[in-house]
């Protein structure tokens, strides 16, 4: 069937693809002259802050008001600095410090490094709620399991964020937190008990005037047994636009995730999630080719005039698209003043930039502290997380010779880009000269890599990283082999803190960010 111009046209309104590659391709120019709504950036297309400033420079050339968005949710997921490791701590240890005017000083200065940088949409925060400590997916990019304490803080990281311009997206709606499956991979479930806990967080940010609410694919069987959210009307119409009362628009967890994509395709999924209630449509990441983009372009085409999707329904996903542009060129003033390239630092009135005056405007955040760090903020936040438990009374803190470093790194989710670096053993490297560096995975953690790395560390202090050590059998078995030879080691749990009561003493950090390994580097060596 031939599909005419304007219904392709009123498709591309709703359509967030991603793309590979640095500079924006010939196919995906094309399509923003035409009206392509928006743009989804990830870690691949970003190397750094000039060069991104110019890419975004080159989408919104072909279209002014195309939408830029990526998921900057600082800490483990970070797309701005996948390179080196995010320079602020993610949700969790925000929680764990319970500061909301440092969440909301943290968020602003986000917003002004994402809004210099052109981007007009951050895919945070994470407002799931962790209830469930064996989440795979969730985790640390959560505030943590309270809902009371997920609610204040993910209002607060929206009001930072939106006050530089930059809109915010509340997720993974109606909450993620409480599940053991990875979307990315099957359907979640969310039982009926939680959903009220689940859903307080997103009450909040509503009412906190978030402009952006992203689905999450899954089944909450107390709405909808059968669709998972992001296909529901129930859900989406039903209990987000009517029961919530949110207004603003509504956008797709990334849909060729086999949670929704799996029964459907792609370009399936894409047109019942908009006949649902969702206003855009995010592709790109595992999908990320023109023909990817064209066949769910088509697809939604196809769905009008089939029936499965009513044309003023898509027309209604775009004038919201369009509303959130208008918003967000409104609002760019604040973030950036080049008329939307993000080339040059936004400017307050005394003359500083808007990270310049996150790190000295005092706002009650606790900055008292900050005044003498070289870090700025996300350094100071990632101090004020980290948490001490000691199980002897010998002095082994600070640790006096070089100390050996195990890092025990589990195979993480597909959120969370495999080229982030993490770990303690290269900042503490930093402040004490001669220290010592192993990493080991699942595979190459044997008993007799583990008893030679004991040889190697005899006469030194032992320092053994883990990274949500209570989900990975393996971590735990190579805990026990070391501390059994070594109870005198230091612990530093760099995921979900489930157990303290190992090591003479353990460090939990909250959180894997560059920050993160300074704060426990500085506790190890008392400098902190």
Partial sequence: MSLSGDLLRLADAVLFPGFTGRTSPDWLRRRLGAGLAGVALFSRNIAGPG??????????????????????????????????????????????????????????????????????????????????????????????????????????????????????TAKHFPGHGDTTVDSH??????????????????????????????????????????????????????????????????????????AVSEAYGIGGASARALAAGADAICVGGEHADEATADGVRDAIATAVTTGLLPEERLADAA??????????????SRGHSDGGTGLEAPRHSDGRTGLEAARHSDGGVGLEAARHSDGGIGLEAARRAVRVTRHSTAPVLPIGPAPHVVELAPEMNLAIDKGTPWGVGEPLARLRPGTTVTRLTAGSATGAELDRLLVLAADRPLVVVVRDAHRHPWQAEALRHLLGARPDAVVVEMGLPVRSDLGDVHIATYGSARVCGQAAAEVLTGSL
């Fill in 51 to 168: 060069q991104l400033a110019r890419l975004t420079a080159e989408l919104r050339a072909e279209n002014p008001s195309v939408l830029i968005g990526t998921d900057e949710e600082s800490g483990e997921v970070t797309r701005l600095e996948v390179a080196t490791g995010s320079s602020r701590p993610g949700g969790y240890a925000l929680g764990v410090v319970d500061d909301v005017r440092l969440t909301e000083a943290l968020a602003r200065d986000l917003g002004h490094d994402l809004a210099r940088a052109g981007i007009t949409i951050d895919f945070a925060p994470s407002a799931d709620v962790n209830s469930n400590p064996d989440n795979p997916v969730i985790g640390l990019r959560a505030f943590g399991a309270d809902p009371s304490l997920v609610a204040r803080h993910t209002r607060a990281f929206v009001r930072g964020l939106q006050s530089a311009g930059v809109a915010a």
């Fill in 319 to 332: 004038r919201r698209v369009r509303e959130l542009a208008g918003w967000a060129a409104s609002s760019g």
């Fill in 185 to 258: 991979h099957g359907v979640p479930v969310v039982a009926e008990s939680g959903i009220q806990d689940a859903l307080h967080p997103f009450r909040e940010a509503i009412d906190e005037g978030v402009k952006v609410i992203m689905t999450g694919h899954l089944l909450v069987p107390s709405y909808d047994a059968e669709r998972p959210a992001t296909l529901s009307p129930k859900v989406l119409t039903g209990l987000l636009r009517e029961e919530l009362g949110f207004d603003g628009l509504i956008i797709t967890d990334g849909i060729e995730m086999a």
